[in-house]
């Protein structure tokens, strides 16, 4: 009777033991796959604790595991960009961290809540691919400052010619407006392009003005107004809603342009006669401006692309009416940096709306008057 009790337990024993080698074995694997990991893991508790990390996340973050585990991640990563980000809770994109430990080294940062409240933070060392996208942004303001000035040389003399009785002959006339055109065209592209360059380029957080939405919108109609009549012999009616007491903390002059582009856009994909609606108002907590027309629409396979630079539906559209291709490009860029997004709804034949979804945490109330 004894052998057989014995023998019960010696097996459960080997059992045991072989489950626990399996369980070290994949334990030892799993530890190897995430330190061959170029990038970066940390798991946060649910108070933002280090719990564990990957050897790649120590070094690329200045953490060791050893002496950092159960500190506060905030109390080694001090950056108020960081701090920001993880206290806000909103990890659908990245965020870029310069490395305060070597300031060649740009990492980007995610954060992905899993289990109960817990978080993985995922970092990536971004520094080479960084340098070539200044290299990119510094080639185009670069090759569009050059071409600016010899630009602006033709179009003066293009001017001065026709401007100047009998210097160009009747029958040459016609050519020298389509090169007058032309010109002016192809500064507006480099016009956008050094504006795209300069917003891209500019890492630093844009100035936090309080913004009387208010009369910034009624004056963006009014240039709306102006533009409806240069295009079309018949007016686009253009109605203009704000939630008065709402107003914005930001670049008054980088919305002003982001606001203006979407409005304007909006008057030169809407046929004669059709309708513009401005609105300024909060969705739940967030405030959001929106520009919905009754124009020609998008079809759904191109909203994705929009805002890529010189992205078109149609190209000869977008071209008789003064576009550059890079006008939802400086938008999107503008709205990122106030932590904006860009949505856009549209209907083909029937219309679109974009809109421009602030955080709450620029909402400035303004006092009710007494
Ligand atoms: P563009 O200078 O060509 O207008 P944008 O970057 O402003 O360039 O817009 C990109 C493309 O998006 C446009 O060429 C056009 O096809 C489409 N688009 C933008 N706004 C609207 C709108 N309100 N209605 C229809 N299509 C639009």
Request: proline residues 4%; aromatic residues 6%; contains cysteine.
């Amino acid at each position: 009777m004894w052998e057989d009790v014995f023998n019960a337990l010696l097996q459960y024993e080997r059992n045991n033991q072989r489950n626990q080698t399996q369980l070290n074995s994949a334990l030892e694997r799993f530890n190897l796959a995430t330190s061959a990991m170029p990038d970066g893991l940390v798991i946060l508790s649910a108070s933002n604790e280090i719990e564990w990390c990957t050897p790649n996340a120590e070094r690329q973050l200045g953490l060791n595991l050893t002496t950092d585990k159960s500190l506060p991640i905030v109390n080694l990563i001090r950056e108020s960009h960081f701090i920001a980000y993880l206290y806000n809770g909103e990890y659908d994109e990245p965020f870029k961290l310069k490395s305060w430990r070597n300031a060649e080294m740009i990492l980007e940062i995610k954060l992905v809540p899993f289990a109960n409240n817990l978080k993985l933070l995922l970092c990536r060392d971004m520094t080479q691919l960084e340098k070539v996208e200044v290299m990119r942004r510094d080639f185009i303001a670069n090759v569009s400052h050059e071409l600016r000035t010899p630009l602006t040389v033709v179009g003066g003399f293009l001017e001065t010619l026709t401007d100047m009785e009998g210097a160009v002959p009747e029958n040459l006339k016609h050519y020298f407006a389509m090169m007058e055109e032309q010109t002016i065209r192809m500064r507006r592209i480099i016009e956008d392009l050094l504006t795209l360059s300069t917003i891209e380029s500019n890492s630093e957080i844009p100035d936090n003005n309080v913004i009387d939405m208010h009369s910034l919108l009624k004056s963006v109609q009014n240039d709306a107004l102006g533009l409806s009549q240069g295009l079309n012999k018949t007016k686009h009616k253009i109605h203009l809603n704000v939630d008065a007491a709402l107003n914005l903390n930001g670049a008054q002059e980088e919305l002003r342009s982001a606001f203006s582009n979407l409005v304007s856009n909006a008057i030169r994909y809407t046929p004669n006669g059709g309708e513009i609606f401005i609105s300024w108002a909060l969705r739940g907590d967030q405030p959001v401006f929106s520009v919905r027309d009754t124009g020609i629409g998008i079809e759904q396979k191109h909203i994705d692309r929009l805002a890529e630079r010189f992205y078109r539906v149609d190209r000869s559209r977008s071209r008789e009416t003064g576009g550059t291709g890079l006008g939802l490009s400086i938008v999107k860029h503008i709205l990122i940096r106030h932590q904006a997004k860009l949505e856009i709804s549209s209907e083909l034949g029937v219309g679109s709306t974009f809109s421009a979804v602030f955080p709450k945490a620029r909402i400035v109330r303004k006092p009710a008057p007494l």
